[in-house]
Nanobody
Framework: QVQLVESGGGLVQPGGSLRLSCAAS????????MGWYRQAPGKQREFVAG???????NYADSVKGRFTMSRDNAKNTVSLQMNSLKSEDTAVYYC??????????????WGQGTQVTVSS
């Protein structure tokens, strides 16, 4: 069994910062790509940032220069540092990962999500 657990969401004023974390646990052989997605009310889930197993990071245009994603392969964790937050960043943020399990298959997993609200 594999789990992704996010933490770090909350309420912040416009211009503020938050740091999200995601930890993968369970029967993990290795983790390929990991990513952050978000879903605002009434909208489709969208890509925010992603990192390959080799450490290459890419971002959605809407968050470039404001968000920074990092990965710790030893701890099976990723983080998302979010600065200069705007009201339009309000959403539920989800962690996603492609994980190889002991029986050889690679599955895609989602976390349960963490709410980020940017409001004065």
């Amino acid at each position: 069994q594999v789990q992704l657990v996010e933490s770090g969401g909350g309420l912040v004023q416009p211009g503020g910062s938050l740091r999200l974390s995601c930890a993968a646990s369970g029967s993990i052989v290795s983790i390929n790509a990991m990513g952050w997605y978000r879903q605002a009310p009434g909208k489709q889930r969208e890509f925010v940032a992603g990192v390959t197993s080799g450490g290459t990071v890419n971002y959605a245009d809407s968050v470039k220069g404001r968000f920074t994603m990092s990965r710790d392969n030893a701890k099976n964790t990723v983080s998302l540092q979010m600065n200069s937050l705007k009201s339009e960043d309000t959403a539920v943020y989800y962690c996603n990962a492609d994980i190889k399990v002991p029986w050889g298959s690679v599955y895609n997993y989602w976390g349960q999500g963490t709410q980020v609200t940017v409001s004065s």
